[in-house]
């Protein structure tokens, strides 16, 4: 059994509330993340409005947070229990929480920094994010160093490497324009842009990298109570002592999904509760692979429906920045 926890874009208004309604559990969660932020961010996660929880600076804490509480109302109301854990880009914030080896509190208060950090680093405008989609990672990384052969100045490479043949990429706007003609011409279905406030998971990132180092060194670590599939690496992880590094180099690194996803299943995985916002790790991972079947636990009919045994709904589709 693996937990699996969504990062950034699965944020949306109404988001934890009805857990708080049902559980006081989650409650609780939101009430410590409010404290800790010295403003109602439940307020914002459940009432809006949409632009302000759209904010990288916002919607990071405000996803770890539901995912946590989520957490919670699972862990007090079912027997399940994870062998492993992984988190999409900002979710391994809270696989890591969820994991033991980071407080909530300290959790929120680093991606309220790392979501500030990482909106810092590059003035608007510059910086660009794009999906392409039907073609394999050789040809996204030719079609992104012929876009950068073409301006060496700029930069541009693989972000999210999603799987199912989706791949984002980010760096300069202009980079990530020509990037995309590049993908097309050799054969992609598609390249999207995606309209993200900075350039994820790519060099333009480093100055958010150096900063987000500096407040992770002043945060408690403690072992991982179970294995921890790293963006980074794709590979499981318990050693305390390389979660900062690991989280410090993530900003500028790419998301390594598809490969994480079957470390998973190479690792005897066959069942994943998502645990937070959304379903869009489930989409994700049914693309990828047929071995790991992906359950909901985001709101209380979800997770009543996992203790009960009974069946939940299927995936959603969506482009994962």
């Known amino acids: 059994m693996a937990f699996l926890f969504p990062g950034q874009g699965s944020q949306k208004v109404g988001m934890g509330k009805a857990l708080v309604e049902d559980f006081p559990r989650a409650r609780a969660v939101f009430e410590e993340a409010d404290a800790v932020l010295g403003f109602s961010l439940s307020r914002l996660c459940f009432e809006g409005p949409e632009a302000d929880l759209m904010l990288t600076a916002n919607a990071q804490p405000a996803i770890l947070t539901t995912s946590i509480a989520a957490l919670r109302v699972l862990q007090d109301e079912t027997p399940l229990r994870p062998s492993v854990v992984a988190g999409h880009s900002l979710g391994e914030y809270s696989a890591l929480v969820c994991a033991g080896a980071l407080a909530l509190a300290d959790a929120v208060r680093l991606v309220r920094s790392r979501g500030q950090f990482m909106q810092d680093a590059v003035p608007t405008g510059t910086g660009g994010m794009a999906a392409i989609l039907g073609l394999g990672s050789d040809d996204v990384d030719a079609a992104c160093r012929e876009a950068v052969d073409a301006t060496p100045a700029e930069v541009v490479s693989a972000a999210n490497l999603n799987g199912g043949g989706q791949i984002v990429i980010a760096g300069h706007r202009t980079a990530v324009e020509r990037a ?142």
């Open 180 to 321: 995309c003609a590049a993908a097309k011409r050799r054969g992609a279905k598609a390249a999207l842009p995606l309209a993200v406030s900075a350039p994820f998971h790519c060099a333009l990132m480093r100055p958010a990298a150096d900063r987000l180092a500096a407040e992770l060194a002043r945060v408690e670590v403690r072992a991982p109570v179970v294995p921890v599939v790293t963006n980074v690496e794709a590979a499981p992880n318990q050693d305390g002592g390389r979660v900062r590094d690991l989280l410090t180099r993530q900003v500028t690194a790419a998301v390594r999904w598809e490969e994480s996803v079957l470390r998973l299943a190479a690792m005897g995985v066959t069942e994943a509760i998502e645990v937070g916002q959304g379903a869009v790790l489930a989409g994700l991972v049914k693309r990828t692979t047929a071995t790991i079947r992906v359950r909901s636990a985001g709101d209380p009919a979800a997770i009543r429906a996992l203790r009960t045994g009974q069946a939940v709904s299927g995936p959603k589709e969506r482009i994962d920045a």
